[in-house]
């Protein structure tokens, strides 16, 4: 059974630089891409960022260039996401989702995770 | 403002029929597969239909996709009180390089 389960969520500090990790099981992960979608409470759905099966291609929101770093670590199966300069603004539920095999764009998000909470605060 | 257009809400009787659309541009929606995905009270989104009209195991056939030009459609026929969820549609934007998502519509089954 396909599953993936995210973790690093919590209460954190302006500026702070938590990491999440999302850790898969169930299929091949060296595959697929991996995305992040994150969701603001009372929001939308708002990507992240994608990396593609081998870590060879990244592609980021604008709202996160520079402050979001995605890898993957095909050896433990598992997804990062390094937060840096985090802000009010990026609290959110963060959710991890395979992407398309052997591709960066395309295709769709199936599984999802059950998501991860990053409250940003004082 | 999200790149993918869909209306707040729609709401409808049980057993009838409702349709949600995603309007975009010839960046995404226009030359990419659209794929959308229901969203229950309190979970994690799931996939309803990839590559504009299919559907993955276990969706019922209720549960209908379709594109034309720069837009899409997402239809529900036989509405069960269980449909009440938050649907999205979303494509990847080939001159962002970045995957969009419409804002999301609010089903109501009255």
């Known amino acids: 059974q396909v599953h993936l389960v995210e973790s690093g969520g919590g209460v954190v500090q302006p500026g702070r630089s938590p990491r999440l990790s999302c850790a898969a099981s169930?299929?091949?992960?060296?595959?697929?891409?991996m995305h992040w979608v994150r969701q603001a409470p009372g929001k939308g759905l708002d990507w992240v960022a994608v990396?593609?099966?081998?870590?060879?291609?990244?592609y980021y929101a604008d709202s996160v260039k520079g402050r979001f770093t995605i890898s993957r670590d095909n050896s433990k199966n598992t997804l990062y996401l390094q937060m840096n300069s985090l802000r009010a603004e990026d609290t959110a539920v963060f959710y991890c989702?395979?992407?398309?095999?052997?591709?960066?764009?395309?295709?769709?998000?199936?599984?999802w995770g059950q998501g991860t909470l990053v409250t940003v605060s004082s | 403002q999200s790149v993918l257009t869909q209306p707040p809400s729609v709401s409808a009787a049980p057993g009838q029929k409702v349709t949600i659309s995603c309007s975009g541009s010839?960046?995404?929606?226009?030359?990419?597969?659209v794929s959308w995905y229901q969203q229950l009270p309190g979970t994690a989104p799931q996939l309803l239909i990839y590559d504009n009209n299919k559907r993955p195991s276990g969706i019922p056939d209720r549960f209908s996709g379709s594109k034309s030009g720069t837009s899409a459609t997402l239809g529900i026929t036989g509405l069960q009180t269980g449909d009440e969820a938050d649907y999205y549609c979303g494509t990847w934007d080939s001159s962002l390089s970045a995957w969009v998502f419409g804002g999301g519509t609010k089903l109501t089954v009255l």
């Open positions: 169930g299929f091949t992960f060296s595959t697929y891409a």
């Open positions: 990396i593609s099966y081998d870590g060879s291609n990244k």
């Open positions: 010839s960046s995404n929606i226009g030359n990419n597969y």
């Open positions: 989702a395979r992407g398309a095999a052997y591709a960066s764009g395309g295709g769709w998000f199936d599984p």
